[in-house]
């Protein structure tokens, strides 16, 4: 057991050895969602090889800087004690509050920058590598140029240093951030079909949204919610349909390309 953990300890150790262990984790979450959700599609003929060829690609680009990018701004803001966190026991209600603070927030910060990377010369030189995948998958999550990763990374280690957030806030800051990044890139939907006719949860983002971001291009920015491309009308027109429609199918989303 001492072996294996030093091996695997060892492999995590440097920029070769994570880049094989996302792949091999990400592959392996694929083949399960692939073997057990086929029905739940949301576009059936979506698979590409040169795409999934691309995206490893990326991600073995984007292993190597993005521990540097992200690691040297939270060394940076941790050199100048700008990074506290409360230690004291913090009531459910306050953690909870800090949680929905970081969260619309985070949806805030993302639906804004994610506007900024659909325009030119920024679409080019930031998000235009995350586009490649029209019919996004699990490796889709990270596959992303290194500033990009920054942007979206960044807000974390930036949120925490103008905020001094208890220690009991962070595990459910950072798990909702890796759940939803895999969720909305899985190109499956999990979700029941009432989602969108709930007032309570028509809110938040599908699977469905983000990949007609993906297929369409234009619409459905947002990274939590749907908040901000309601108010600011980039929500594709036909997404509410759509979404009904795939559940009810359980195949694709049969639409035009508008």
């Known amino acids: 057991m001492e072996q294996k953990h030093s091996f695997i300890g060892e492999l995590a150790g440097n920029p070769v050895g994570r880049f094989v262990i996302v792949i091999v984790v990400l592959g392996f979450l694929a083949s399960v969602l692939n073997v057990l959700f086929r029905s739940r599609k949301i576009q059936p003929n979506g698979f590409r090889w040169k795409a999934i060829r691309n995206e490893i690609c ?14 040297g701004l939270t060394n940076l803001l941790n050199r100048y004690h700008l990074i506290k966190f409360n230690t004291a026991p913090a009531a459910w209600y306050v953690v909870l509050g800090e949680y929905a603070l970081a969260f619309a927030l985070f949806d805030t910060w993302f639906y804004w920058w994610h506007r900024l990377m659909h325009v030119e010369p920024v679409y080019t030189l930031v998000h235009k590598i995350h586009h490649f995948s029209i019919s996004p998958n699990v490796l889709t999550t990270l596959s992303v140029n290194p500033l990009e990763s920054l942007i979206n990374g ?5 949120f925490t240093a103008v905020f001094t957030l208890h220690q009991q806030s962070m595990p459910f800051i950072y798990t909702t951030t890796i ?27 599908t699977a469905t949204f983000h990949d007609q971001h993906h297929k369409y ?24 349909a759509d979404f009904d429609l795939t559940k009810a199918q359980g195949s694709r989303v049969v639409a035009p390309a508008n």
């Open 154 to 158: 960044g807000f974390t280690p930036l």
């Open 217 to 240: 291009f234009r619409w459905n920015f947002g990274g939590y919610t749907t908040v901000w491309d309601r108010i600011c009308g980039t929500m594709r027109p036909k997404y509410e």
């Open 58 to 71: 990326f991600i073995a680009i984007g292993t190597a800087f993005n521990g540097f990018l992200l690691g």
């Open 179 to 205: 759940l939803m990044g895999l969720y909305v890139h899985s190109g499956y939907e999990f979700l029941p079909r009432w989602w969108n006719k709930s007032w309570l949860t028509k809110w938040f983002i």
